[in-house]
C-alpha cells in the first residue's frame, strides 16, 4: 500500500502515550496519571446520578450552545472577581488549550514552554500547526525571571505556556517570573493551573482583571475527581475568549456532561474537602523517598518527582512488573510518582525500595 497522505509536519509526531505497558496485568497502584484516588460516592455518587437523569431525559435535545449555567457556576468557583463570559468549557483542559491554539496559534505562529514540562503543550502547539520552541528550566528544575525574560526576548513567541505547578516536577513558579513574562511577553501568556487546588500558593486568576493577555487553564481532572467526565476551563478577558467560538465545533460539550459538572461544582466543599489528606501523604512519602537517599523536588501539586538514582525506564518497567504505574517523562534518572490512596503509596513505596536494594 502507498504511504498515507498524513499531513507531511505529524509524520514524526507521536499520540500521547496513555498506555505505558501494555502487556502488563491489572495494575495495582495506578499512580502515572495525577488523578485522584477517590471515585464518587455515597451521596455525591447520588446527586450525580440524578443530574445525568435529568439531562438524558431531554437527550434528543441539543445541548445549550452557550453553556450559561455552567459558565456561572465555573465562574463562582474560580472566584477573584472572575465573572461568566470570563469563563470557557470545554472537553478537558487539553480541548480547551487546543482552541486556544487554533484560534491564536498556527503555521507562522510560534509558542514558548520551558522544559521539561506537559509535553501537551508542545503537542497541541504541532498538532495546529504552530511552531514548539523552548528553554530549558536548569539542573533544579526552578525557572528565574533571567532565564524566562532571555527566552521570551529571544523568541518574541505569539504564545507562552507557564505550568503552575509545573508538570512533572510539582515545583511552583516564582511570582517574579510571572511578571516579567506578562510584562515583556509580546502575545499571549497561557498560565496551565490544572493543579492548583493543591498548591500553596493558589491561582492568579486575580490577575486576569489587569493583564488582559492572561489566559489560565483550569481543570475539574484532578483535584475534583472527574478525570472520566472530561471537563477543563479557560479563564481569560471576553476580548480573548470569544474568537474561540469561531474554531469550537457547534455543541462540544454534551449536556450530560455539562449537568453533572454543574452537579459536581455543587458540592465542591464537600468534594475538595479531601485536601489536606493528599497533602499529608505527599509529606509523608516524600519523607520515606528522602530518607532512603532519594532527590525529591519540593511539590506544589498532588504528585512528586524524584531521582531515582537509576535507570529510570527500567525502574519504571520494574515497578509496572509488581503493578505500580509511575511515569517517565525524563530527564534521565527521574520519575513521577501520582500521590495515591495510602495503600497504593505504601505498594509504591516498598516496590520502590525493593528494587532499589
Ligand atoms: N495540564 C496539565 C499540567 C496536566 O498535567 C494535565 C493532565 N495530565 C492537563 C492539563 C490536562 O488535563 P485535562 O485535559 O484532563 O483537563
Redesign the pocket.
Known sequence: MPALPVRDDLRAVRPYNTRPFPSMGDPVALLN??ESPRPPEGRHLETLCSAASRALATANRYPDTDLAALRSALARYAGHGVRADMVWPGN????V?LHLLQTYGGPGRTALGFVPT?S?HEQIATITGTRWTSADRGSDFGLNHEVAAAAVEQHRPDIVFL?APN?PTGTPLDRATLDVILRTAPGLVVL?E??VEFSAIGTQAGLLAEHPQLVI?R????AFGF?GI???FLLASPDVLSPLRIVALPYHLSTLTAAVALAALEQADELLAHIPGVLAERGRMRDALVDAGHAVMPSDANFLFFDTGTDSSTMAAGLAGRGVLVRDVGPAGWLRVTVGHPDENNVFLKALFELSS
Not at 219 to 222: E, I, L, N, R, Y
Open positions: 496519571n495525577n478537558g483542559s487539553n480541548e488549550l506537559y501537551m505550568c508538570n496551565d490544572a493543579y487553564s481543570t475539574m481532572s484532578k478525570a472530561r471537563v477543563g
